[in-house]
């Protein structure tokens, strides 16, 4: 499923920090389901929806670095950002995720993208837990983010990017398992 998250992006020179989904907001889905039938229901983001993530997280390093930053839900490997190197949640806020945008000669257009036309966020997650149900209203409990991307249009006006900054090392406690894959590289040479 994508969700889509307005909100003021915070962007610097390699890391982008942002709402990635709202708490309490609730916003009217229509989308298809496994069937390909029309699905439509309100739908809300509980407080501590994401704790099972960043609990998975901080047992393999901390950083959820499976969580790929991308740009239009596209998930081809010119679309790919960045990584997810941090993700909190604030009580009644929202979750919220830090990502290291990759280097390239791309980087100057991600930034401009980023500034000015994508400041938006959509998450695309699956249920871990099924959501409680009231009426129309779906209530997420417990969720697993694969990808957050930038996007124009987003769904939860107050998801976005709200700061973008220069990290002086970005390969600093952000790369997961680095030193083992240089390790296994060495070692087949």
Known sequence: MRRSFETVLDM????VYGRIL???????IRELDNAGDLDEYDEEFLPGCTRRMQQIAARRGGAPAWI????DHDRSMDARLGFCCA????????AFGRFRLYEGAHLDKVRSMLE?????????FTDVVPPHVSGSLRQRVQINVSHVT???IP????????????VENPLAGG???LDRVRAMLAASA
């Open 87 to 94: 993700l909190t949640e604030r009580d009644g806020d929202g």
């Open 116 to 124: 000015q036309s994508h400041k938006g966020l959509s998450i695309e």
């Open 22 to 28: 709202p708490f309490g907001d609730q916003a009217h």
């Open 150 to 152: 930038a996007t124009p």
């Open 68 to 71: 790929s930053f991308t740009v």
């Open 155 to 166: 769904v939860y006006e107050s998801a976005g990017i709200l700061a973008m900054r220069s």
């Open 12 to 15: 610097t020179e390699n890391e």
């Open 175 to 177: 790369t997961p398992n």
